[in-house]
């Protein structure tokens, strides 16, 4: 900080920087919302919640890195806050909606709702959890995205089990996934993607997850569709 700078001029940057804290924050009391719509079983109203924190965590990095947040305010070390609000949101939260909400077996919901949390706080605790190009190693811990299928599908409890068992364990196989936000690998395109799965998602959610075949479809071929494209990265040192 320039001591020549007057004191309103050296303030502002600062606490423009905190407000990105404040905002990432945010998705925290998502999370809070979304945990008490789940106890209610408004599955719609939760995923309501658990998007706008998927919204805020896909923006926040973004302000962070231009107001220089990091730089100003080392005290507050923005990538916990992250790691917080994500695993409540990420993980957390929907591992409640999948174990308590009839989508499993009663007799193995409670404990591969722990195996959820389990491998899921690990996924974050990884240092190595993203490469030098941004993609994700392994499944990325995005059981909100998981429990959204699972409730749009309403596969048979035995089948939602044995989902449940393989995205755990596919948290520790090193493919790629791709950040749609971050890549620059065939940006455009997986950005496009992004925003028709974020319109048919509301969609679904509108409807009370029954969006329809043509909605359903197109949900599932995007799905595909960034579980593929992290097939297609580029060599990165």
Request: charged share 10%; with cysteine; glycine share 6%.
């Amino acid at each position: 900080m320039d001591p020549t700078e007057p004191p309103e001029k050296a303030v502002a940057p600062r606490t423009a920087a905190f407000a990105v804290h404040v905002f990432t924050a945010c998705g925290a009391a998502c999370a809070l919302l979304a945990l008490i719509a789940a106890v209610g079983a408004d599955w719609p109203k939760m995923f309501v919640w658990l998007g706008i924190a998927l919204i805020i965590d896909g923006v926040d990095g973004t302000f962070a890195r231009r107001l220089h947040t990091a730089e100003l305010l080392p005290r507050w070390s923005g990538d916990v806050l992250d790691l917080v609000v994500d695993i409540l949101t990420y993980v957390f939260v929907p591992a409640y909606a999948i174990a308590t909400s009839g989508l499993l077996p009663p007799i193995s919901a409670i404990p591969l709702g722990a195996l959820i949390v389990v491998t899921g706080s690990l996924y974050f605790a990884d240092r190595q959890m993203k490469t030098s190009d941004y993609y994700f190693r392994g499944f990325p811990a995005l059981w909100n995205v998981a429990a959204f299928y699972l409730f749009l599908l309403k596969l048979p409890p035995w089948l939602g089990a044995v989902a449940v068992v393989a995205l755990a364990a596919l948290t520790f196989v090193p493919f790629h996934v791709v950040h749609p936000v971050r890549i620059s690998h065939l940006r455009a395109l997986t950005t496009g993607a992004l925003v028709l799965w974020t319109l048919l998602a509301i969609v679904a959610v509108a409807r009370n997850l029954e969006p329809g075949f043509w909605p359903l479809a197109g949900l599932y071929l995007l799905a595909i569709y960034f579980i593929g494209v992290g097939f297609l990265r580029r060599h990165h040192p």
